[in-house]
């Protein structure tokens, strides 16, 4: 699978690209498979009987280990981060093809089958989130479980603190709208890029026991004023859509989990493409160019994409 001029330039504006039915139904049908076998026989929630998919858990169903998540109504199994077969889901030939297109031929780094599972090593700061960084294959399999009768809760977009090239969402399942899709805001990579000190991840404050206050990413005024602006202007893209679909993702685009109003789980894989050479590329600031470390054909791409491509990625829908 090559990437056409228009999708790179789509990607290049925009900060996302959505490709279609790139997961097989097959693989995506024992993705769903793997991910039922991991819950509990004694859990509430039931495959074959969608009446009990609404959250939040409850009890003995909730879990708070970082390898398996089941909280509020959040669902992620991390347990399968290096398992070969999503190993060979996430990195086959056809997402090398069109990833090494927008970040380079030859860069990227190898994952690990059986490697570091990301939560395996604990937070990213204590009491905070698992780090994303730590982990040598897939993210895991992050599930939404329908909201049920719960009110509309607003948006609310970040970008993530850890260092990593490319982000991706796969859906194995089919995300209609309203059902908890990857929701971006399109063009915000450009206007937040320069607003961070560093180009890949972001300084975190260390905690103590004796001075708890401040802990955790540090935000720059600048960030915190753009990415408000960014809420206040920019309508996000909800990037639902088949079983199959693939969305790339820029490393400093606003983005959030969706809101689930349907009857419908969420079902998604997450993985981070990182550059093999990210280590000499992340203390560097922001950039006059911010494509420097992407692919000539990235850099050179001055392709206009037509309002007709634009609706096939959601934009103008």
Known sequence: MKLSDEQIAFFKDNGYLILPGVISPQRCAEARDRMWA??????????????????????????NDPLHVRQG???????????????????????????????????????VVGGRRMGSEGTAWPGGPVDPAINEGVRGIYCTLPYGDQPRLPDESHTDGHPFSLGAVANIHQVPADGGAFKVWPKSHRRLYPTFQMQYDQPRIPYYDHLPSYKGIIHSTAYLKELDAIMRDTPPVECCGGE???????????????????????????WDYNRADLDQLRADPPQDNMWRDWSEQLQANNTHYSDAFARTQLLNS
């Not at 509990?40 to 939040?56: E, H, I, M, Q, V």
């Open 73 to 111: 109504f959040r669902w992620q199994n991390r347990e399968i981060s290096t398992d070969a077969f999503f190993i060979e889901t996430m990195f086959n030939e056809q997402l090398r093809v069109a990833v090494e297109q927008l970040i380079g031929a030859n860069t990227l780094r190898e994952p």
């Open 38 to 63: 991991a819950l509990p026989a004694s859990c509430a929630l039931k495959r074959d009987d969608p009446s009990t998919f609404n959250g939040p858990f409850h009890g003995a169903d909730i879990q």
């Open 244 to 270: 199959g679909d693939v969305i790339l993702w820029h490393h400093r685009l606003a983005h959030m989990a969706g809101h689930n109003y349907t009857d419908v789980i969420r079902q998604s894989v997450l």
